[in-house]
């Protein structure tokens, strides 16, 4: 059911989360959602075959908005993916038309779960392609292209920052912000949508939209875009500490490595994290900054953050399987359990080598990094400090039989408490 007051106050929250950097007329927004259900959208190109982690602030920012009572639509760009909007450094990759109608596909299949497509307020996902593959040349220039002004377009920071360069730009790109323009001009003409959302970094194809509908539909609608979010050394969020992509696709990024991800932010960033990537209440997130402060050892702030977000976009089964793992890696739970997915992409994160025969365990240790050489292996192994599938082993000649091996392939090898790697027996 629609409340009143969670459309009347839908702003504050956002503002309260620190989700609102820029916006057309914050009080003019804030007076059209209370009158009554307002659609609005948010675009997202397939430029690569999955969403990033990035990309949750647009998909959370919308799902909020439809909580208050609004009807969203997610536009996956089938006609803009296979463009791509301007880069400040190079030319786009242009794809394979297939390829873009593939991850076109994949992306609204990780968008779709987290907006809701039943009942008063039911989201719709659109794909741009519809209204612009028939679209000829000369209807475009015509009655689009007509519109947009060059001094204006040639402003805007990313075709700025090329145009100054040694790359320059080619028209194709110029041209985005062209069809940004037009996506919320049908939206609007075919929805009555309203309201568009995106990144602060995208002002400038944002206002492309609404400079095109005032001028053909002597409308104002509305913008807001949210910060980017970075951490406390200033990196964009979704880039883990090997400098990729934290992915929502579960094959490019497992969903242990997302969890884990959430799980080593820095008590600096935990609670901006909370704010804008969970559906928690401002008691509960001012009390875990509270308890971070005063015992940041126990990390609940980043253990409650990894746990929602990770449940959002994976599911129950498997941040359940994530968290076991976490635990089990370090001897609080049982490896036997984990499914072989999520063992491998434990392992994985902690650092899997390859065997291509069993040997003693001293062997193993050495082999695995966790020792520097035989003697330092068998010193640990004496001080009680060797551990095999989370067993203490006390022999370091004892040769590892295979079925020791979980899932006929692995072990899990740890020296104290908290240094894990993985050895995998190759395949013959």
Known sequence: MRNNDGVTHVIDDLQWRDLIALS????????????????????????????????????????????????????????TGLIGDPRETSERQLHPRETVAAWVERI?????PLLDFTGEYAARMVNNLDWTAELSALDFLRDIGKHFRVNKMIAKDAVSARLNSDAGISYTEFSYQILQGLDYLELFRRYGCRLQTGGSDQWGNLTAGTDLIHRMEGESVHLLATPLVVDANGQKIGKST????VWLDPEMTSPYAFYQYLINIEDASVGMFLRRFTFLDREEIMALEKETAERPSARAAQRRLA???TRLVHGETETRQAIDASQALFGRGDLSSLNAGTLRAALSEAGLGQVPALGTVAELFRTSGLSSSLGDARRTIAEGGAYINNQRVADGDAVVERSELLHGRWLVLRRGKRTVAGLELAAE
């Not at 609204?108 to 779709?112: F, K, L």
């Not at 090997?242 to 992509?245: A, I, L, S, T, V």
């Open 24 to 79: 057309t007329d914050l009080d003019a927004l804030r007076a059209e959602l209370a009158r009554g259900p307002m659609t609005l959208y948010c675009g997202f190109d397939p430029t690569a075959p999955s969403l990033h982690f990035g990309h949750l602030t647009q998909i959370l920012t919308v799902r909020r908005l439809q909580l208050a009572g609004n009807r969203p639509l997610g536009l996956v760009g089938g006609a």
């Open 108 to 112: 609204r299949a990780q968008v779709e």
């Open 242 to 245: 090997g400098g990729g992509n």
């Open 307 to 309: 746990e929602e977000v």
